[in-house]
DNA sequence: TCCTAGTTTATAATTATTCTAAACTAGTAA
DNA sequence: TTACTAGTTTAGAATAATTATAAACTAGGA
């Protein structure tokens, strides 16, 4: 799905040289068939797993902030004391676990909302975003 | 509106000591007619203001936990790096201003939802929130 | 008034993140 | 190819928000 080529041109379109550090960070983020909701610290822990490839954590950091003002990922709002951050940049919404501090996306069209306010004088909106907190039943 | 009695009253239905401390950081935040938005930071500004009364950072975050433990006040969700929260405790929702950093309450009534997806199964809604996101026009 | 559990406080510790500046490298041009 | 350089990576230091510690204080009941 995501070809070396393709992660490549992702990162020259937006003025990233692609160093192998973003290449595989790129991989890991974006192969993958499921949205990943992560934080700095998953995400070190995906690349740096068992001795395998050794990428700093500052590189990291770097990276993520790299790739959040490209647009090619966005930070998902939660009151946790660690950013995440969410491969699927697309509009759409969050259940969120507060026992396992999970993320679940919510498709867009699944919240349908047919009255909101209008926003103050002088702005418009950016984005909408829904987030439902789910407790135990 | 809100009298000492009441505000004792408060701190004692919800098992704390009606302390000095407790009690002006009450007033400060409950005493007043809008929805108070704040950090830590911002709280302790409002109390420690020019040499007037004294209470220490620490007491500031032991209370904010506290009232927030006792449903006296709640978080917000952000992305910013300070922890958030606000007076308003009913269900509503918010305007955010990324330029500003300031959130501006939305009555709950102000924004209606006429489909929302079932919850995972084992797990009920426990809230939800609305972010709209703002920028200049 | 005395007692004690609960509270406050200064300060240290911790955690997440950002900064610094030196070493490295991708990409280009000689 | 080689050399150059701007961009990148990195270890480690610095910062910022928050939490922990433990000693001094106090609310409120006996
Ligand atoms: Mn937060
Ligand atoms: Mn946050
Ligand atoms: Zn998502
Ligand atoms: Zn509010």
Redo the contacts between chains.
Sequence with gaps: MHQKKEIINKLRSSNLRPTKQRILIAKKLFDRKETFHFTAETLNQVINKKGQSRISLATIYNTVEAFKKAGHIR?????N?K??YDTNIKSHHH?Y??ETKKL?D??YQ????????N??K????????????????
Tied chains: 1, 2.
């Design positions: 930070e998902i709002l939660t009151n004391s950013s995440y259940f676990d507060p679940t919510i498709d699944e919240v349908v909302l047919n009255k909101i306010p926003p103050p002088g702005k418009k909106i950016k984005d909408l975003e829904v987030i439902i907190s789910l407790q135990k039943k």
